[in-house]
């Protein structure tokens, strides 16, 4: 199939959207597909270049105002044309919906495209800052969602990652085809394994004490403060490892000198992917505080590695998280309470372990080749559908023209011969002239 992906997260931005992004343009290409990306430039530049088996196509952009990182194109509605027209796909996969995905959009029912968008969006991811705000909190998500889900009413089918953020999309009014389709996970390749002490030398992390692990973009949203405030109440000497940055880290830095938390909280910032992975395996449980996750591959990556892992009761977490199963369920920003499970889980090494096999058992569902195979699926049936439609169209166009041409041929046929006066719009019938003398009798 030639499938194409549009984005306005895509490597080198970091985050969840740009790793599922990435993951499936790569997956496909090596499944034998032709994948083409749509994704932002970094520079006021376009840039087309085969990355790897997957040509990617950056347009022009500049920085978001009040989200770093996220870029927004100079608007390529004729190039974007132009490439849809030349690479003919047989699905647009849409994972943004602003500048791209809406150009995307518009473009592909012109050229009667199937289109699916997948949905990685809350409004608090957006800006933060104003969807906290409590007087504009709540216009705020109204309106943002009513934007998102008249999008999504115009495409041919939508995804999100879980039930909680696919029946939100309804709530607020989606029509259209839709399922609840998990971004995956690769099993081969996030597995349990031995701890390796000299990852944590490398990192200058102690050896002799549990470690605690976080990875996540450093966001308000995110809610680190809480896991940091949980941290100065815990009863055990655990060390914390932070993975990412993002805009918040200076204010978690701060937060850290207040609380004397300097010897017991590392912030490591960007990990590349195979250091990340033994840091995994070194750890010995996973937390993840944040507000705003429709689905956390960060959590997904770290119960494959077989860890337990204690949530925010918020969102799509719990549909990972099983309260006393897999981990423990906290009230958001609850940080005593937070404390206290941490607290259990470190003082008790076989309750780990515990939740840790069920943490597999719970990942297993999400494996990342069953999803794959459920995209290839969803996508080869659209196309099918599309294609038998145009068939069909194409066939009642050319059965009314021959069906019109037939009737004309026969009106034509059947209709008395007709001469011109030379008077405008006025016709009489010919025949022999009538007699003059026989009109005057």
Same mark, same amino acid.
């Given at each position: 199939?030639?499938?194409?992906?549009?984005?306005?997260?895509?490597?080198?931005?970091?985050?969840?959207?740009?790793?599922?992004?990435?993951?499936?343009?790569?997956?496909?290409?090596?499944?034998?597909?032709?994948?083409?990306?749509?994704?932002?430039?970094?520079?006021?530049?376009?840039?087309?270049?085969?990355?790897?088996?997957?040509?990617?196509?950056?347009?022009?952009?500049?920085?978001?105002?009040?989200?770093?990182?996220?870029?927004?194109?100079?608007?390529?509605?004729?190039?974007?044309?132009?490439?849809?027209?030349?690479?003919?796909?047989?699905?647009?996969?849409?994972?943004?919906?602003?500048?791209?995905?809406?150009?995307?959009?518009?473009?592909?029912?012109?050229?009667?495209?199937?289109?699916?968008?997948?949905?990685?969006?809350?409004?608090?991811?957006?800006?933060?800052?104003?969807?906290?705000?409590?007087?504009?909190?709540?216009?705020?998500?109204?309106?943002?969602?009513?934007?998102?889900?008249?999008?999504?009413?115009?495409?041919?089918?939508?995804?999100?990652?879980?039930?909680?953020?696919?029946?939100?999309?309804?709530?607020?009014?989606?029509?259209?085809?839709?399922?609840?389709?998990?971004?995956?996970?690769?099993?081969?390749?996030?597995?349990?394994?031995?701890?390796?002490?000299?990852?944590?030398?490398?990192?200058?992390? =102690?050896?002799?004490?549990? +470690?605690?692990?976080? &990875?996540? /973009? $450093?966001?308000?949203?995110? *809610? !680190?403060?809480? @896991?940091?405030?949980?941290?100065?109440?815990?009863?055990?000497?655990?060390?914390?490892?932070?993975?990412?940055?993002? =805009?918040?880290?200076?204010? +978690?830095?701060?937060? &850290?000198? /207040? $609380?004397?938390?300097?010897? *017991? !909280?590392?912030? @490591?910032?960007?990990?590349?992917?195979?250091?990340?992975?033994?840091?995994?395996?070194?750890?010995?449980?996973?937390?993840?505080?944040?507000?705003?996750?429709?689905?956390?591959?960060?959590?997904?990556?770290?119960?494959?590695?077989?860890?337990?892992?204690?949530?925010?009761?918020?969102?799509?977490?719990?549909?990972?998280?099983?309260?006393?199963?897999?981990?423990?369920?906290?009230?958001?920003?609850?940080?005593?309470?937070?404390?206290?499970?941490?607290?259990?889980?470190?003082?008790?090494?076989?309750?780990?372990?515990?939740?840790?096999?069920?943490?597999?058992?719970?990942?297993?569902?999400?494996?990342?080749?069953?999803?794959?195979?459920?995209?290839?699926?969803?996508?080869?049936?659209?196309?099918?559908?599309?294609?038998?439609?145009?068939?069909?169209?194409?066939?009642?166009?050319?059965?009314?023209?021959?069906?019109?041409?037939?009737?004309?041929?026969?009106?034509?046929?059947?209709?008395?011969?007709?001469?011109?006066?030379?008077?405008?719009?006025?016709?009489?019938?010919?025949?022999?002239?009538?007699?003059?003398?026989?009109?005057?009798?």
């Amino acid at each position: 199939m030639r499938i194409m992906i549009v984005t306005d997260q895509y490597p080198p931005m970091i985050g969840g959207v740009p790793n599922v992004t990435h993951g499936l343009a790569t997956d496909f290409a090596e499944r034998g597909h032709q994948v083409w990306v749509i994704a932002p430039s970094y520079s006021t530049r376009d840039v087309k270049r085969m990355e790897g088996q997957v040509r990617v196509y950056r347009f022009s952009s500049f920085e978001w105002p009040t989200y770093r990182e996220l870029r927004i194109p100079f608007l390529p509605m004729v190039p974007i044309r132009n490439l849809i027209k030349r690479v003919d796909p047989d699905i647009i996969h849409i994972h943004s919906p602003v500048v791209l995905g809406n150009i995307a959009q518009i473009m592909a029912g012109g050229l009667r495209k199937p289109v699916v968008a997948t949905n990685h969006y809350l409004p608090t991811n957006m800006n933060a800052s104003m969807s906290d705000d409590s007087m504009f909190s709540k216009p705020f998500s109204d309106i943002s969602y009513a934007y998102l889900v008249h999008f999504c009413n115009r495409c041919d089918f939508v995804t999100a990652p879980t039930e909680t953020a696919l029946n939100l999309l309804y709530e607020h009014g989606l029509r259209v085809p839709a399922a609840a389709l998990s971004n995956g996970i690769d099993l081969i390749k996030f597995a349990p394994a031995p701890r390796d002490p000299e990852i944590l030398r490398f990192f200058a992390l =102690p050896e002799d004490r549990p +470690l605690i692990l976080h &990875v996540n /973009r $450093l966001s308000p949203e995110k *809610r !680190v403060d809480v @896991l940091l405030d949980a941290m100065a109440k815990m009863k055990n000497d655990a060390h914390l490892a932070l993975v990412s940055s993002g =805009p918040a880290e200076a204010m +978690l830095r701060a937060q &850290v000198e /207040r $609380l004397k938390l300097n010897d *017991r !909280v590392s912030f @490591l910032g960007f990990v590349r992917e195979e250091d990340l992975l033994r840091l995994r395996h070194a750890s010995d449980l996973f937390v993840i505080p944040s507000e705003a996750d429709l689905q956390s591959l960060a959590t997904m990556e770290a119960m494959a590695c077989g860890l337990p892992v204690i949530a925010a009761n918020s969102y799509a977490l719990p549909e990972l998280v099983h309260h006393n199963e897999n981990g423990f369920l906290f009230t958001p920003s609850d940080s005593d309470e937070l404390a206290s499970q941490i607290d259990q889980l470190i003082f008790d090494k076989e309750c780990r372990l515990r939740m840790g096999e069920q943490s597999l058992k719970i990942i297993a569902a999400h494996d990342r080749n069953h999803v794959l195979d459920t995209w290839e699926n969803l996508y080869r049936r659209l196309s099918i559908e599309f294609r038998e439609a145009k068939e069909l169209r194409e066939h009642l166009i050319a059965t009314r023209k021959y069906t019109d041409q037939r009737g004309a041929e026969a009106r034509k046929a059947t209709r008395p011969h007709i001469r011109r006066t030379g008077n405008i719009g006025f016709d009489r019938p010919t025949g022999p002239k009538p007699n003059k003398k026989t009109k005057r009798a």
